[in-house]
């Protein structure tokens, strides 16, 4: 990390340690703690439900910081994971340097460290989220010798009393400012606190969702981060949701993160952008043209695509929200700029003209730097959804993709140009598969598809298994009709998923 770069670092260990966080040891974290005097530590650690866990510790000694740096701690694996039996359930939670930031929100200072899973002979756990997700990312690189990078946009209600003189339109929300964005403010305080805790962010913004029902007001928000290591993308998410919800606490409003808030009303996503590099350079582009290998990528997405919404959209009301006209996907499509497709190409840097000098008129024009930023989005996941498996099932999708000799073929196949919905696209659309209905269905496709997912051991079967059983448990295949028309049904189901994840 270049010294220009730690010195705009957010991040107070950053700062202190002058180095970037994936260099940090443990000297590191103790020399920080000791010389701000810090009492507290906790264990984070993301399990089986997708939330964020707590082990709280209280420095007593040297000796004990140290001992807990080196050693972890051991918790009971049977209460965080339901496939694990009682009777040989201990773990080890091992920490992970890089991850550690101050606790925004403890008056006593207190730092914070995710955690590993590791089973009693030392060795990763083969079903937990970080490993799941970290052994598809090893093997992408490996069988490829490409950097696969991931970005997420975590799209969030909020949900709050009306009062405002100065009402938002409905469904007319999209990137609104104060005072018609009630919780501008609140989205501001949230970027700078994951950013001090080591997320990196791209921006905020206010989202399309606005709307009143009876005395409550719901406002959409979006946080969208940059490109990183997928670990990292994961951990960010799970980090800012926690950020999120500790700023509700604070405010005593809600926030969700649920799919859909009420039915008519746009619902919320967790898209993911990707990309990937070669030598450090982002190869997603091809003399200004999405490469083949962009191409393959997407392809391999749209091939998995129906099984990884068992990861990606985990709950009844995820379906409420993947529904025609409501920029969520329905049919299984790719295309450039496109918000009714599964997978979209962003618009990207490649008109070859100097916007900036054309905008600055007074300044003279410099030459035009080349621009690495494309990405592709796969846009069905949402707020339900099980993070790092949805990572991990979307980077074996890209490998399979590069790996099959007919994913060009099908790529060209599933291209569309323009609105799926547009009536002159009506013959195109008849042809295209959909997306699971239900989570009943998502659990067919994955049943149809888990051997490609327990490929090389990264999907351990018991992990396949329960994922498999838990949407089958909704029994929810057809919901959707049998609640057409039932309101307070409806609201039912929505509250009883109201904070997924």
Same mark, same amino acid.
């Given at each position: 990390?270049?010294?220009?770069?730690?010195?705009?670092?957010?991040?107070?260990?950053?700062?202190?340690?002058?180095?970037?966080?994936?260099?940090?040891?443990?000297?590191?974290?103790?020399?920080?703690?000791?010389?701000?005097?810090?009492?507290?530590?906790?264990?984070?650690?993301?399990?089986?439900?997708?939330?964020?866990?707590?082990?709280?510790?209280?420095?007593?000694?040297?000796?004990?910081?140290?001992?807990?740096?080196?050693?972890?701690?051991?918790?009971?694996?049977?209460?965080?994971?339901?496939?694990? !039996?009682?009777?040989?359930?201990?773990?080890?939670?091992?920490?992970?340097?890089?991850?550690?930031?101050?606790?925004?929100?403890?008056?006593?200072?207190?730092?914070?460290? *995710?955690?590993?899973?590791?089973?009693?002979?030392?060795?990763?756990?083969?079903?937990?989220?970080?490993?799941?997700?970290?052994?598809?990312?090893?093997?992408?690189?490996?069988?490829?010798?490409?950097?696969?990078?991931?970005?997420?946009?975590?799209?969030?209600?909020?949900?709050?009393?009306?009062?405002?003189?100065?009402?938002?339109?409905?469904?007319?929300?999209?990137?609104?400012?104060?005072?018609?964005?009630?919780?501008?403010?609140?989205?501001?305080?949230?970027?700078?606190?994951?950013?001090?805790?080591?997320?990196?962010?791209?921006?905020? @913004?206010?989202?399309?969702?606005?709307?009143?029902?009876?005395?409550?007001?719901?406002?959409? @928000?979006?946080?969208?981060?940059?490109?990183?290591?997928?670990?990292?993308?994961?951990?960010?998410?799970?980090?800012?949701?926690?950020? *999120?919800?500790?700023?509700?606490?604070?405010?005593?409003?809600?926030?969700?993160?649920?799919?859909?808030?009420?039915?008519?009303?746009?619902?919320?996503?967790?898209?993911?952008?990707?990309?990937?590099?070669?030598?450090?350079?982002?190869?997603?582009?091809?003399?200004?043209?999405?490469?083949?290998?962009?191409?393959?990528?997407?392809?391999?997405?749209?091939?998995?695509?129906?099984?990884?919404?068992?990861?990606?959209?985990?709950?009844?009301?995820?379906?409420?929200?993947?529904?025609?006209?409501?920029?969520? =996907?329905?049919?299984?499509?790719?295309?450039?700029?496109?918000?009714?497709?599964?997978?979209?190409?962003?618009?990207?840097?490649?008109?070859?003209?100097?916007?900036?000098?054309?905008?600055?008129?007074?300044?003279?024009?410099?030459?035009?730097?080349?621009?690495?930023?494309?990405?592709?989005?796969?846009?069905? =996941?949402?707020?339900?959804?099980?993070?790092?498996?949805?990572?991990?099932?979307?980077?074996?999708?890209?490998?399979?993709?590069?790996?099959?000799?007919?994913? *060009?073929?099908?790529?060209?196949?599933?291209?569309?140009?323009?609105?799926?919905?547009?009536?002159?696209?009506?013959?195109?659309?008849?042809?295209?598969?959909?997306?699971?209905?239900?989570?009943?269905?998502?659990?067919?496709?994955?049943?149809?598809?888990?051997?490609?997912? !327990?490929?090389?051991?990264?999907?351990?079967?018991?992990?396949?298994?329960?994922?498999?059983?838990?949407?089958?448990?909704?029994?929810?295949?057809?919901?959707?009709?049998?609640?057409?028309?039932? !309101?307070?049904?409806?609201?039912? *189901?929505?509250?009883?998923?109201? @904070?997924?994840?």
């Amino acid at each position: 990390m270049k010294i220009s770069e730690i010195a705009m670092n957010p991040n107070p260990l950053v700062q202190f340690i002058q180095k970037s966080p994936c260099d940090f040891t443990k000297d590191d974290i103790i020399r920080f703690i000791e010389h701000h005097e810090i009492k507290s530590l906790n264990f984070r650690y993301v399990a089986e439900d997708g939330r964020l866990k707590t082990l709280n510790f209280v420095i007593s000694s040297s000796a004990h910081l140290n001992d807990i740096l080196s050693f972890g701690e051991r918790v009971d694996g049977s209460s965080l994971f339901s496939f694990m !039996e009682a009777g040989s359930s201990d773990l080890y939670v091992i920490p992970r340097y890089r991850t550690a930031f101050l606790n925004p929100f403890n008056e006593e200072p207190s730092l914070e460290i *995710l955690c590993a899973f590791y089973n009693h002979q030392g060795e990763a756990l083969a079903s937990s989220p970080e490993n799941i997700l970290k052994k598809a990312n090893t093997l992408f690189q490996q069988e490829t010798g490409y950097t696969f990078k991931a970005l997420g946009e975590l799209e969030y209600y909020v949900n709050s009393k009306a009062k405002s003189i100065f009402p938002a339109s409905d469904q007319k929300g999209y990137h609104e400012s104060e005072p018609f964005a009630k919780f501008e403010g609140m989205r501001k305080e949230a970027l700078q606190l994951v950013a001090q805790c080591g997320c990196k962010v791209k921006y905020g @913004h206010s989202e399309v969702g606005n709307f009143s029902k009876g005395e409550e007001d719901f406002e959409q @928000h979006e946080i969208e981060f940059l490109p990183c290591d997928p670990q990292d993308a994961a951990d960010q998410l799970i980090i800012a949701k926690w950020v *999120l919800r500790m700023l509700a606490e604070e405010q005593q409003v809600e926030i969700s993160f649920a799919p859909k808030i009420t039915v008519g009303k746009a619902g919320s996503g967790l898209h993911f952008h990707m990309l990937l590099e070669k030598d450090g350079k982002n190869i997603m582009l091809e003399n200004n043209q999405l490469s083949d290998v962009s191409k393959r990528m997407i392809s391999g997405i749209l091939d998995f695509s129906a099984a990884l919404t068992a990861f990606g959209n985990t709950i009844p009301t995820s379906y409420l929200r993947l529904v025609p006209h409501q920029e969520a =996907p329905t049919n299984i499509c790719w295309g450039d700029r496109n918000r009714s497709a599964l997978v979209r190409v962003p618009l990207g840097w490649t008109t070859q003209k100097n916007m900036v000098a054309d905008a600055n008129p007074t300044i003279l024009p410099q030459p035009l730097e080349e621009v690495q930023k494309q990405t592709v989005e796969f846009r069905a =996941p949402d707020g339900s959804a099980q993070i790092h498996l949805t990572l991990a099932g979307l980077i074996m999708a890209s490998l399979h993709g590069l790996k099959d000799e007919k994913a *060009l073929e099908k790529a060209n196949a599933l291209y569309v140009d323009g609105n799926i919905f547009l009536k002159e696209n009506k013959e195109q659309q008849m042809r295209l598969k959909q997306l699971p209905a239900s989570c009943f269905d998502s659990a067919d496709a994955l049943e149809a598809m888990r051997t490609a997912f !327990e490929a090389n051991g990264i999907f351990p079967k018991p992990v396949i298994d329960h994922t498999i059983k838990t949407l089958k448990a909704y029994d929810d295949k057809d919901l959707s009709e049998r609640l057409y028309g039932k !309101e307070e049904e409806l609201r039912e *189901l929505v509250l009883r998923f109201i @904070h997924c994840q």
